[in-house]
Structure formats: structure tokens, C-alpha cells
């Protein structure tokens, strides 16, 4: 290995180490936590070699949102093959997402609530977001129904997921009841 390999392959490593503690104070403590101070105190670098890496705190909760994103629809394409039949999928695939959102609540955050600086819907959206909504559009485009769109269709969908996980985790939305709604959205939106 060269030594031009080595130091690449070190950086590598740093940089994920970054992520993967910033994730895991935001977890722990919150994004209000996640301070470059903190995150060079954790890390034992300099706050430079951390700048080295990302320009501050909104590139970190960045890189964590696609991490984030490509970990989530990595859950929906397992959850959705385990199952036979569209609705079965669907249903899955749902469940799944509000999983994934209940027990990761900060990287959610990072994905779909906090300025990452990333681009949604757009032709510079990082290649993660973009295999997310993927995800959800390969389940979810064949229970569209006739003359709508499968991307709108999912769209909406997804609104609706990230309302039922926004709302259930502030508490407006009582957690026992998830399962029926679940039922209730799948069984109205997806024409089988």
C-alpha cells in the first residue's frame, strides 16, 4: 500500500469516526450537544483537523443524514421483501419507516428536520436520498392506482409516514395506536 493510500484510508477513517460520534452524542444528548468542541474532545483530534473534514456542524448533521438515509432505505427494502403480496409490502414497508424513525430520532432529524445542506427533489440530490425515496417508490409505485402518478403517489405516502412519526414521537399521536393507523393508511391510500 502507498503511502498516499495509507493517508487516504486514514482520513477515511476519521471522518467516519466523526460521524459516527456525532451521532451518537445527538442520540444520547440531542443536536444542541453536538458542538465541534465536543466532537474534537471525543474524538481526541484538534478542532483544525475536524474542520479538516467539515466545514462545521451542518456538514456533520449532513454526512449523518445520508448515512441515515441510505441505513433507512436499506430497512424499507428488507422489510418490504420479507412480505408477499402489495398490501403485505406496503404495510411492511411502513411500519419499518416509523420503526426506523422511533429508534433513530436524532439521525431522523438530521434527514428530514435539520439543515444539512442538503437538496431534496432536485438534480443535485446527493445519490442516498435519492435511493431513500427509491426505496419507497419500488413498494409503493405498483399500489398507486390507475392514472396517478407513482411519484406523486409516494410523495404523499411519505408525508404521511413522516407526519404519523413527527407527531407520534412529539406526542399529539398516542404510540399504542400506531398499528391501526398504520392499517388505516395503507388500506385507504393503496389500491390493491
Request: charged share 30%; net charge negative; proline share 4%.
Amino acid at each position: 500500500m502507498s503511502v498516499q493510500e495509507r493517508k487516504e484510508r486514514e482520513r477515511a477513517g476519521r471522518e467516519r469516526l466523526i460521524v459516527a460520534v456525532a451521532r451518537e452524542l445527538a442520540e444520547q444528548q440531542g443536536w444542541d450537544a453536538v458542538t465541534t468542541r465536543r466532537l474534537a474532545e471525543r474524538i481526541e483530534y484538534s478542532q483544525p483537523v475536524l474542520y479538516s473534514h467539515f466545514r462545521g456542524k451542518r456538514e456533520i448533521i449532513g454526512a449523518v443524514a445520508l448515512e441515515g438515509a441510505a441505513e433507512m432505505a436499506a430497512a424499507l427494502r428488507a422489510a418490504a421483501r420479507a412480505e408477499d403480496g402489495p398490501h403485505k409490502r406496503v404495510a411492511a414497508l411502513a411500519r419499518a419507516y416509523l420503526d426506523f424513525a422511533e429508534r433513530n430520532p436524532a439521525v431522523y432529524d438530521a434527514m428530514f428536520q435539520l439543515d444539512g445542506g442538503l437538496a431534496f427533489a432536485r438534480e443535485d440530490t446527493p445519490e442516498p436520498l435519492k435511493d431513500g425515496f427509491a426505496a419507497l417508490l419500488e413498494s409503493l409505485g405498483e399500489v398507486a392506482g390507475d392514472g396517478v402518478h407513482p411519484g406523486l403517489f409516494t410523495e404523499v405516502f411519505w408525508a404521511s409516514l413522516h407526519g404519523l412519526a413527527t407527531l407520534t414521537r412529539a406526542g399529539r399521536l398516542p404510540p399504542q395506536d400506531t398499528e391501526a393507523r398504520v392499517e388505516l393508511l395503507v388500506d385507504r391510500l393503496a389500491v390493491i
